[in-house]
């Protein structure tokens, strides 16, 4: 079973940036979606971006232009990267990896799609 396991969130002023990374192994899926989300206190799970199989990418409207789903593929390990420039206090919250079978889509950014998810990192933005 894959295990997923995100590093690099922190705190950081406004504007500044911040690269996450999420390392899922063993990773055997052959196509697959794999996905940012974040949840803010007191707020439901959000979709930020998804990667699938092919590099295909989607972004929420909120970070579009500001974040960078990107991924690299070893032997048998995924990782998972969010290079989010242009930090706003809104973007404060527990950033989740998540992976699942198929290939990504419209609906991908609902956190229901996806049955593999890490523990989270926090990020924090202040001003």
């Not at 242009?86 to 799609?113: F, I, N, Q, R, W």
Request: hydrophobic content about 30%; aromatic content about 10%.
């Amino acid at each position: 079973q894959v295990q997923l396991e995100e590093s690099g969130g922190g705190s950081v002023q406004a504007g500044g940036s911040l690269r996450l990374s999420c390392t899922a192994s063993p990773y055997s899926i052959v196509r697959y979606c794999m996905a940012w989300f974040r949840q803010a206190p007191g707020k439901e799970r959000e979709g930020v971006a998804t990667i699938d199989t092919d590099g295909t990418t989607r972004y929420a409207d909120t970070v579009r232009g500001r974040f960078t789903i990107s991924q690299y593929k070893a032997k048998n390990t995924l990782t998972l990267y969010l290079q989010m420039n242009s930090l706003k206090l809104e973007d404060t919250a527990m950033y989740y990896c998540a992976t699942d079978h198929g290939d990504c889509s419209s609906a991908s950014l609902s956190p229901g799609v996806f049955g593999y998810w890490g523990q989270g990192t926090q990020v924090t933005v202040s001003s």
